[in-house]
């Protein structure tokens, strides 16, 4: 088969690269090459499920890697309301500024993209797993790991990185890539649950609280802070506000401790005489309700017990004012070492890929003419709370228009 465009990977990037580079030049021959059965099984895991659009609070800050500019091609290209208006879908947007399909489901979302390819008369060519591309004359070749064969004028690369294997993301182009010569930058999971030890979080899992969380470089040198409510499981720190630090393991892997201030809105003076006051109201309680006025019970036993050391059927009469001390300490900075990040199947987003110096701000190779990347495969990572989805929608319709824009000529 021979098409003039071929787009490596029918996920987010590269549903929105096919869309842009049918508009832009509807004479062209649009594939998406897909490994799976079927196009856009990630975008359906998105949001819950709810499929996290974008963000209306895009910010430099937000964005992580080695790609120029990523702000700069974010608003260069539609934003998801007129991207998504263009499919007849409506969004809404919370007060964090995260933006929703207004039927909150991701099924409606990739259903109308797949309306929308149809209508531009893109193909979809599922189960074609690529294992290997050539340059043949002025076009190229990519072979499928079965050996069928799909011959083009330019690729996409939308393939993305090592998050969520079990859609079919598992690393393979870019390995691919790695070895035909570009450079990647060191690969790890982002947003994404960080695991600590079992021990250390022991009686909490399931437990959920707002907070402030640091991370800190061997237990010194502070690398970043959010609020959020915080999570945990049987081995793990969990929520928004850790996902947003686990992109840190990239640098700091077996360096970082995560401190979490659970109470933000109180100083540790002011805790400090709360529990005081808590020693007069239940004196004589046992050790395991006196913490229960301000955390779950869950929580409020394991500050207790882990802190002090002490069996919980001691009267709270007992505390002592250094005690109190040490516990409102803990309460302001409860510290876990983080020993590593979820697997891959947990993880949302890939920290790394290819390199930014191999591709210019048309999101064409910098190595190859003719080839174009876009989406997650690149080292351009975003916090979570639709950062990620809105680079994926960005750098696809990006790279699928100036693909288009340069065959033009070539097809006349």
């Not at 309680?285 to 001691?314: D, H, I, S, W």
Request: one cysteine or more; glycine letters at 10%.
């Amino acid at each position: 088969m021979f098409a003039d465009i071929v787009i490596v990977g029918g996920g987010a990037s590269g549903i929105a690269a096919a869309i842009s580079a049918k508009e832009e030049l509807p004479s062209a021959k649009v594939v998406i090459a897909e490994k799976n059965d079927r196009i856009g099984k990630k975008i359906l895991a998105t949001g819950n499920g709810r499929c996290n659009l974008g963000n209306r609070k895009i910010a430099a800050e937000r964005y992580h890697g080695s790609v120029k500019d990523i702000v700069g091609t974010i608003k260069k290209a539609p934003s998801p309301d007129e991207f998504f208006s263009s499919l007849g879908i409506l969004c809404v947007s919370d007060e964090q500024g995260r933006m929703y399909p207004r039927s909150e489901s991701a099924a409606t979302v990739l259903s109308a993209m797949r309306i929308k390819l149809a209508s531009l008369d893109v193909q979809e060519m599922c189960g074609f797993e690529v294992s290997s591309y050539v340059k043949k004359g002025k076009d190229w070749e990519l072979v499928s790991a079965d050996g069928q064969k799909l011959s083009c004028r330019r690729i996409i690369f939308a393939s993305g990185g090592y998050a969520a294997p079990q859609y079919g993301t598992d690393g393979s182009v870019l390995r691919m890539l790695r070895d035909s010569g570009y450079k990647t930058e060191k690969i790890c999971p982002a947003v994404a649950p960080l695991r600590t030890s079992p021990d250390a979080v022991k009686g909490l899992k399931g437990v959920r609280v707002k907070g402030k969380v640091t991370a800190a470089a061997e237990g010194k040198k502070v690398i970043a802070s959010e609020y959020g409510e915080i999570q945990f499981t049987e081995n793990s720190v969990s929520g928004i506000c850790v996902f947003n630090m686990a992109r840190y393991m990239q640098q700091y892997e077996g360096k970082l401790t995560l401190c979490l201030d659970i109470a933000p809105d109180m100083t540790e003076s002011e805790f400090e005489d709360y529990i005081k006051n808590i020693r007069k109201q239940r004196s004589g309680l046992e050790l395991n309700e006196l913490l229960t006025g301000a955390f779950c019970k869950n929580l409020a036993v394991y500050l207790v017990k882990n802190t002090l050391q002490r069996p919980m059927n001691e009267s709270i009469a007992s505390v002592t004012d250094s005690e109190i001390a040490k516990l409102a300490g803990a309460v302001k900075c409860l510290k876990f070492h983080i020993t590593g990040c979820s697997p891959w199947k947990n993880v949302q987003v890939t920290a790394g890929g290819i390199h930014g110096s191999c591709v210019d701000d048309r999101m064409e190779s910098t190595k190859e003419k003719g080839i174009y990347f876009c989406g997650e495969l690149l080292d351009a990572d975003g916090d979570c709370g639709g950062f990620n989805l809105e680079w994926a929608w960005a750098s696809g319709y990006t790279a699928g228009r100036n693909c288009a824009i340069s065959l033009k000529g070539e097809l006349r």
